[in-house]
Nanobody, 122 residues
Framework: QVRLVESGGGSVRAGGSLRLSCTHS?????IGWFRQAPGKEREGVAI???????QYEESVQGRFTISKSDPKNTVYLEVNNANPEDTAMYYC???????????????????WGQGTQVTVSS
């Protein structure tokens, strides 16, 4: 079993920054940040695997950074140069078991946190 708890969401002006945290229990191998805006499909934002390989959705490449601290059992998402299109509920999700490439599709993840809201104003 894996339990995930997100924190760090909030409101920020366009161009601003914030950091989301996802603290987990258990031993997940793939951990990702996903987001869902009202009326839109859930999308994968950034993924990190057990050895630190990362993947990013194209629209956040160069602005978002996913990282992890194994001693703290925490995965971070640094959001920089935020824009209003980044406004969404952000979820942390995980799956266990080794994969050579962690999936980007949200329905491939079994364990989910409760979500944290990010609102970017123009």
């Amino acid at each position: 079993q894996v339990r995930l708890v997100e924190s760090g969401g909030g409101s920020v002006r366009a161009g601003g920054s914030l950091r989301l945290s996802c603290t987990h229990s258990g031993f997940p191998y793939c951990i990702g940040w996903f987001r869902q805006a009202p009326g839109k499909e859930r999308e994968g934002v950034a993924i990190i695997d057990g050895v630190g390989n990362t993947q990013y959705e194209e629209s956040v490449q160069g602005r978002f950074t996913i990282s992890k601290s194994d001693p703290k059992n925490t995965v971070y998402l640094e959001v920089n140069n935020a824009n209003p299109e980044d406004t969404a509920m952000y979820y942390c999700a995980a799956r266990v078991g080794y994969l050579s490439d962690c999936p980007r599709q949200w329905d491939m993840y079994i364990y989910w946190g409760q979500g944290t809201q990010v609102t970017v104003s123009s």
